[in-house]
């Protein structure tokens, strides 16, 4: 067995430890003679996996009672529609929008009422978050919307934006566990799990509670109703129950080493080695505002295409995989989602010093 150092986007890197313990437990999950994948989800030893997911998620990142956890099948992209329908009453809502995702989020608002972009970074290709201390926010939204880091351009909120009492929903699915957050100052927090938590096919949102409501815009579907899957207690519809247990081994992983504080040093630690390089290097160099770097998604560039090119593919021979720059962008990014470990990081930089020297 042989495995490279990924530094994908999504879906990426997931911890050797939780790997090797599903494929352990793959033929017969703890003595049931059958693995998660074929077991119903309304058994007793399911259940018994879903509730462990959800009290270690709800210890990890210190959610208050008054927020309700839900598992649900789907994607990200499902969600920008559920956000309008669950909570767009007066059918306005604000969006900052500071990558793909959110323009994508924003454009899916419009369907479903009047969406709003109240601060934009697309005048410097979302190379930086806006000034959000004083926006003009309307009175009547039902939420200003953000997506927290941002996966495509590197950009993080390192601060929340003031919504001016308003309701903030904030995409997290590629900053999600990667340190504490205050859950409280959210409506909505929700993501995608397949960049730093677990397998493609799931989201994880987390509601607060007076959120989830019978009234709903008309339009939407049962099962996308959020009250629909907090009753059930995402038991609805058949969840997506093998990410489920994948994202539980990795909040046990995580439990293990040193909860969302240690993980934020670790990721810290990494992001460092990665910048301090960068700024440093006379060949490759950081296309993002310092202040508003992301600490998972590290984009960069030499400034000539052919030799980015080259790099890619020298890196990749060399078993650094997915460097590829997202085709909007270009270049490279290195994303070091928790599951990179530090010496893949360490190994990177050495490499990049490498390729310096030979094309300075
Ligand atoms: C990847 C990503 C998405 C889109 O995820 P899908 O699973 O393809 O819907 C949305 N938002 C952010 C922040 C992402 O990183």
Redesign the pocket.
Known sequence: MSRVYNFSA?PAVLPEEVLRQASEEMMDYRGCGMSVMEMSHRSSVFQGILDEAEADLRDLLQIPDNYKVMFLNG???HQFAAVCMNLMKNRKADYIITGQ?SKRAFQEGKKYGEAVALASSEDRTFSYIPDCSDLPVDDDADFVYI?E?N?IYGTKFRKLPDTKGKLLVA?V??CFLSEPMEVEKYGVIYG?V??NIGP?GMTINIVREDLITDDVLDCTPTVMKWKTQADAGSLYNTPNCWDIYICGLVFKWLKKNGGLAGMKAINEKKAALLYDYLDSSRLFRGTVAKEDRSLMNVPFVTGDKEKDAVFIAKAEKAGFVNLKGHRSVGGMRASIYNAMPVEGVEKLVDFMKAYEAENI
């Open positions: 999504g994607s990200a992209h995702w997506c880091n996966t995409d699915s590629s995608g397949q960049k493609a």
